[in-house]
């Protein structure tokens, strides 16, 4: 080979003869490693497996590893269901998984705190009641202790006038007293 350069012939020498240095050859093999690897990162399986680890490679998982194990898939940015293989028979069911009770320990912890609010609820309207029924029972005590004393007594009207209280209107008192004594005094009434 030989070419002209400002009229001087110049030869030149094919490399063949030349040798490459180790580092260079290393440094070559890896940038070779390094595209190759490339690709392959594209079409990887990423799963953890039952230890905890973090799995990369080229095959699919085993078919013992759940779904929401599967991090990456090739073609795919979620995990896909778990395909059948050649090489292992889908399981029925998966060995690693955790058997379900079809229970909800949150959903029970909550019913059970609702059900304990509803009993303290009914616990203080009951409360609330018979406070209520000791004072209306010693209200109607004191008042028919009064009427019974024999004393004049009084009464407003529609109008807002004062009435003096007859024989009949003092019976008729007396007579929702008591009711109201029988009623408020003695034990609570069962619920329907």
Do not use: Y
């Amino acid at each position: 080979m030989s070419s002209r350069l400002h009229g001087e012939a110049v030869k030149l020498r094919p490399m063949a003869h030349r040798t490459l240095s180790p580092t260079f050859k290393r440094a070559c093999s890896v940038a070779a490693v390094a595209l190759l690897g490339c690709g392959s990162v594209l079409a990887q399986w990423q799963w953890i497996d039952s230890s905890g680890n973090r799995v990369f490679s080229d095959t699919p998982p085993p078919a013992g590893v759940p779904d929401k194990n599967i991090l990456k898939s090739p073609g795919a940015r979620t995990a896909p269901a778990e395909a059948p293989t050649a090489e292992a028979p889908p399981a029925t069911a998966p060995t690693t998984a955790p058997k379900l009770s079809g229970r909800d320990d949150e959903l029970e912890a909550k019913k059970k705190q609702a059900e304990e609010a509803e009993q303290a609820k009914k616990k203080a309207e009951a409360a609330k009641l018979a406070k209520a029924r000791t004072e209306n029972c010693e209200r109607a005590k004191r008042a028919k202790t009064t009427l019974d004393s024999g004393v004049r007594m009084a009464t407003m009207n529609a109008k807002g006038e004062r009435e003096i209280m007859d024989d009949n209107a003092r019976a008729a008192e007396s007579k929702r007293l008591d009711a109201i004594v029988r009623s408020d005094c003695g034990p609570l009434p069962a619920p329907k």
